[in-house]
C-alpha cells in the first residue's frame, strides 16, 4: 500500500465529508457532485475485490444510465460479468461512508477490512473500466484511479467509452481468455455479429422484414450501435438512429430514451407516428442496457413492446425449439420478473404457456441471480432491462445433441439454432444491442410483424408515477416488493384503494437510482388505472 503522506494526500483531494451513500439498485447513483469521494473509495474496492478474485478482472462502469445528465454514478462487475456479489456492497458503502468522516476513520476501516478479508494489498489485481458519455465521467475518472493507485499492483485497463453490457461482456470474455484476441469493443461486434451470420444462414434468412428506426437516448449508445452495424450487408441502409447526438452531454435521455418512452407510453422526440411502410421502432437507454420496442399501428396509434413483451416473446420462442427436439422435460425454462410486470404478461406466460414465472424485487442482480436457476432462464424488468441465460447443462445437452450423428437434419437445425442464440444473447446483463438483435432474429424466424407480436396478449392498462417525499428511506417493503412494511398504516389504505377498482393492483417503493418513490397501478381500463394511480400517490404525499 502507498506511504501514509501520499495516502493521505490523495484522500485530502477527492474525499469530502458530510455526506452518506447507499448502494442503490445499480451501484452508488447520484448528483455527479457529490460523487468524488465515493469513486475514490470506489477505486480502492475494486483493487481489494480483484486481488480477493485472485488477480481476475473486475470491471467497474460510470454512468447513471437512465437518470438525467446531471447525474453520474458507479456499477461494480464481478468477474463473471455479473454485479458485484451483495456481500461486498455494504463494504463498498462502508468504505465510502467512512472516507466521509475523516482520514482516520477511513484508514482504520480498510486496515480492518483489508485484515477481515485477508488481502494481501501489494498482490497484483486487474481492473476494466469504461464510462458513458456525460460530461461529468472524466472528472471521476481521475477520482477512481486515484483511489486504485493507492494498491500498488493492480492494472488497469481503460476501455473509454462504452455502453454498459458492452463492459460487462467484456469484463467476463477477458477472464475467460487470457490469450486470444484484443478484447476490446470491436471483440465485442465481432461476437455478436458472427452469431447473427450464423442464425440468418441456418434459417435462410435474407434481409431484415422491416426497416429499423433505433432511438439511442442521445447517449453512447448512439455511435457504438452505429459503429457496429454500419457496414454489415443486413443493416447498412435499414436502419437509422435518431436521437445520436452523444457529444452534447445535456440532451442525454431528454424527451426520449427506454425510460422516457416506457413511462410516458408514446413515441421519443425524433421519431414520426406514421405507418407507411413497414417498421420496427426500439428505444435505447442512456447507456444502453436498456430497449423497448415499438411500433404504429394503422390508425397511427402508438403501441409499446416492453420488457415483459420481449420476455414473453423469447419464452415462447425457446419453448417450441426445445418442444421439437423433446428436450422440454431434460431442461428446464422459466420466467423471472418484477412486481412491475403486467398482470397480463404473467398471466400469459403462466397460464397459456405453462412456463413458470417468479418475481424478485427490482434491479437486475435480483432477476439475474433467481434465473440461473433454470436451464433457460428468461429475466425482463417491463422497464426492458433484462436478457437470457444459458446454464452448464443446457450447453453439455445441446452439444452432446449436435455431435450424435443418428439426429435427423431437423433436430440438427434446431440444436444449432439453441446454440447459435446462446451466443446471440448477452448473458452477462441486459444489453440493448444484443436484445435487439435476438429480438430481430425471433421475429425474422417466425416471420412475425411487430403487429402480430403485440396481439399475443392485451396489457392491462397501467400508470407508473414518480412521488418526491422528503425521505425515502422509511419506504421498505416485502414480499418482492409488493407490499410495504413501513412507514406504518400506508399499506391499508392502498389496499383499501385498490378495492375500489376491478382486476386492480397497485404497490410502493422507492427507487434505488432516484431520489424518489415510485407508485405502480394496473387496472381493467385506462381511466382505472390512472385514478387509481393518482390517489394512491396522494395518500403517499399525505403520509409524508
Ligand atoms: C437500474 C437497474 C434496473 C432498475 C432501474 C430502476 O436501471 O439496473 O434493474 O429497474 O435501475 O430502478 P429503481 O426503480 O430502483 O430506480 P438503469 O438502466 O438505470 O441502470
Redesign the pocket.
Known amino acids: 500500500m502507498l506511504d501514509k503522506g501520499t495516502l493521505e494526500r490523495l484522500f485530502k483531494t477527492y474525499c469530502k465529508p458530510g455526506f452518506t451513500y447507499a448502494y442503490?439498485?445499480?451501484g452508488f447513483r447520484y448528483k455527479a457532485d457529490v460523487l468524488d469521494t465515493v469513486m475514490f473509495t470506489t477505486g480502492v474496492l475494486a483493487g481489494l475485490r480483484s486481488i480477493y478474485m485472485e488477480g481476475r478482472t473486475v470491471g467497474v462502469m460510470i454512468t447513471a444510465?437512465?437518470?438525467p445528465p446531471e447525474d453520474n454514478g458507479v456499477k461494480i462487475v464481478d468477474p463473471k460479468g455479473e454485479m458485484l456479489e451483495q456481500s461486498w456492497e455494504s463494504y463498498a458503502t462502508d468504505l465510502a461512508n467512512s472516507a466521509t468522516q475523516d482520514f482516520t476513520a477511513f484508514s482504520v476501516f480498510l486496515q480492518k477490512l483489508v485484515h477481515e478479508l485477508g488481502i494481501d494489498t501489494n498482490a497484483p489485481g486487474n481492473i476494466a473500466i469504461a464510462r458513458d458519455s456525460r460530461e461529468s465521467g472524466p472528472r471521476l475518472l481521475r477520482a477512481f484511479l486515484s483511489g486504485s493507485r493507492i494498491l500498488p499492483n493492480i492494472r488497469i485497463t481503460d476501455h473509454g467509452l462504452l455502453t454498459t453490457p458492452q463492459l460487462h461482456f467484456l469484463t467476463s470474455k477477458g477472464n475467460e481468455q487470457q490469450n486470444g484476441p484484443a478484447v476490446d469493443r470491436f471483440f465485442y461486434y465481432k461476437e455478436f455479429l458472427s452469431a447473427w451470420d450464423d442464425i440468418t444462414a441456418l434459417c435462410g434468412i435474407k434481409s431484415l422484414p422491416y426497416k429499423l428506426e433505433i432511438d439511442a437516448a442521445n447517449g453512447i449508445g448512439a455511435p457504438r450501435v452505429k459503429e457496429m452495424l454500419s457496414a454489415h450487408k443486413f443493416f447498412d441502409g435499414n436502419f437509422r438512429v435518431v436521437n445520436d447526438d452523444w457529444q452534447t452531454p445535456a440532451s442525454l435521455n431528454h424527451l426520449c430514451g427506454a425510460d422516457y418512452v416506457k413511462t410516458n407510453q408514446r413515441l421519443p422526440h425524433g421519431i414520426q407516428a406514421k405507418n407507411d411502410c413497414p417498421r420496427i421502432c426500439c428505444s435505447f437507454?442512456g447507456d444502453a442496457?436498456?430497449i423497448v420496442f415499438y411500433f404504429c399501428d394503422s390508425k397511427g396509434q402508438f403501441r409499446l413492446l416492453d420488457g415483459d413483451k420481449m420476455a414473453t416473446l423469447f419464452a415462447k420462442f425457446f419453448q417450441s425449439i426445445l418442444s421439437s427436439v423433446n428436450l422440454q422435460e431434460s431442461l428446464s425454462l422459466g420466467v423471472v420478473q418484477t412486481a412491475y410486470a403486467n398482470g397480463s404478461s404473467t398471466h400469459y406466460i403462466e397460464q397459456v404457456l405453462g412456463i413458470p414465472v417468479t418475481c424478485t424485487p427490482?434491479?437486475?442482480k435480483h432477476l439475474h441471480h433467481e434465473a440461473i436457476n433454470h436451464d433457460i432462464g428468461v429475466y425482463f424488468?417491463a422497464?426492458g432491462?433484462g436478457t437470457v441465460v444459458f446454464s452448464k447443462k443446457f450447453d453439455e445437452v445441446v452439444s452432446r445433441g449436435l455431435s450424435n450423428r443418428h439426429q435427423s437434419s431437423s433436430t440438427l437445425q434446431s440444436l444449432r439454432l439453441l446454440s447459435k442464440f446462446s451466443n446471440l444473447i448477452n448473458q452477462t446483463v441486459g444489453d440493448a444491442i444484443s436484445d435487439m438483435m435476438g429480438v430481430l432474429a425471433v421475429l425474422s424466424i417466425l416471420g412475425w410483424s411487430p403487429q402480430k407480436w403485440d396481439l399475443e396478449y392485451t396489457d392491462l392498462p397501467n400508470k407508473l408515477v414518480k412521488v418526491l417525499v422528503p425521505d425515502r428511506t422509511v419506504y421498505k417493503t416485502t414480499n418482492a416488493e409488493r407490499q410495504l412494511l413501513s412507514p406504518p398504516g400506508l399499506q391499508g389504505k392502498i389496499d383499501a384503494l385498490v378495492a375500489d377498482y376491478q382486476h386492480a393492483r397497485s404497490f410502493v417503493r422507492a427507487?434505488?437510482?432516484?431520489d424518489a418513490v415510485?407508485v405502480y397501478a394496473e387496472a381493467s381500463t385506462r381511466e382505472e388505472a390512472d385514478s387509481l394511480a393518482s390517489r394512491v400517490s396522494q395518500v403517499v404525499k399525505h403520509n409524508s
Open positions: 442503490g439498485t445499480a444510465s437512465h437518470n437507454d442496457d436498456r427490482t434491479g437486475v424488468e422497464n432491462h427507487s434505488g437510482t432516484e415510485r
